[in-house]
């Protein structure tokens, strides 16, 4: 929102007016005080203030003259003289608040500038920020998600909702200044406030939790029709290979509808489960087997250099083989029989 109305982006719909005029790009009429303080540390405190105003046109003169003023007002005349990386991190933020008082904008834009400074520091920098906005009465946006802090400054409220950002709701704030957290009205309010943002927050997670389900049923969904076209394309290339150019014969290639009717007659007659077990009999026996050969390789290369010389790189030029190129080997040495499976296994 505060990119909107400082011009740094542009409204996908509608317009932002401000004293009768369109925001279309930043301007001097507006001012942002960002999150971390982004000061310029190779400059010192004072001018760190006055290099916005070099950059408007101020004279010398006036830029000292507005800087003293600021620097004053936020109780820094006497750092004015110190690099950033002396001062704490209260202080560079009353720094970058001189720096945005100084040019002296219609409006001054709040981005959280509290949220990365300890308790103590906030209360006292909430204070100086009242103060110095009493005496200047500038327009201020300021964006929290600190609740106590909105109803510290606020005259009115503006409850966002998140994803899509919409206004809930606009809470005016009649407290009377200065106001004290642990008032009563203030603590109603707070509550007050709590349930509208809460309320939002169980809206948006819910919303969240349908578009994740939405999600889950689009990917599961198309993880289903990718499987049944790969699976329909099989199939129409099979029937292209045998029956209609004749490439290859039936029984070279498995066919979708074959391994189902394989399946459905292996389950009918109750085979299944017994080809099952056969097939993980052979695996098992084909492990043992290697099990037993790398065992009595092993120590004969352990225990002989010459085997160690002469049968090492062997070893390990095969295990860089993939299994599938053992197929051809196995059927050519021992045919389509149990051997073959051993071998492969």
Avoid at 117 to 132: F, G, H, M, S
Avoid at 208 to 215: V, Y
Avoid at 310 to 321: A, E, F, M, V
Wanted: hydrophobic share 50%; proline share 4%; with cysteine.
């Amino acid at each position: 929102m505060l990119n909107l109305v400082a011009g740094f982006i542009k409204p996908t719909s509608g317009e932002i007016i401000l004293d009768g005029s369109e925001v279309k790009e930043p301007g001097s009429d507006r001012v942002v005080m960002f999150q971390e303080p982004a000061l310029y540390p190779w400059l010192n405190v004072m001018q760190n203030v006055t290099f916005g105003l070099e950059i408007a046109g101020y004279s010398k003169d006036e830029q000292k003259s507005i800087a003293e003023h600021y620097l004053r007002m936020v109780q820094l005349w006497k750092y004015r003289d110190y690099r950033i990386h002396q001062i704490s991190g209260g202080m560079k933020q009353r720094v970058a608040l001189a720096r945005a008082l100084a040019l002296d904008s219609k409006l001054l834009l709040m981005d959280e500038p509290f949220s990365a400074l300890d308790k103590q520091t906030i209360n006292v920098l909430r204070e100086e920020l009242e103060n110095i906005w009493e005496r200047t009465k500038r327009t201020i946006i300021y964006v929290t998600h600190s609740v106590e802090e909105a109803i510290y400054f606020a005259d009115r409220v503006v409850v966002m909702s998140e994803n899509p950002g919409r206004v809930r709701e606009i809470i005016p704030i009649t407290l009377k200044r200065p106001r004290v957290v642990e008032d009563d009205e203030f603590v109603a309010l707070r509550k007050r406030i709590l349930a509208s943002v809460k309320e939002g927050v169980k809206r948006v997670l819910k919303m969240n939790s349908t578009r994740r389900c939405r999600m889950k049923a689009k990917k599961i969904a198309g993880s289903i029709i990718f499987v049944a076209a790969i699976i329909a394309l099989w199939q129409l290339l099979y029937v292209a290979g045998t029956e209609w150019f004749s490439l290859f014969k039936p029984y070279a290639v498995p066919y979708p509808l074959g391994v189902l009717k394989s399946f459905i007659n292996l389950i009918s007659s109750g085979t299944l489960f017994a080809a099952i077990g056969y097939s993980m009999m052979r695996a098992l026996i084909g492990f043992v087997i290697a099990i037993a050969l790398g065992v009595v390789i092993g120590i004969l290369i352990l225990n002989s250099d010459y085997l160690c010389r002469n049968l090492k790189p062997i070893i390990l030029g095969i295990q860089t083989l993939p299994s599938i190129c053992w197929v051809p080997f196995a059927i050519l040495w021992f045919g389509l029989g149990n051997s073959a499976i051993l071998l492969l296994s």
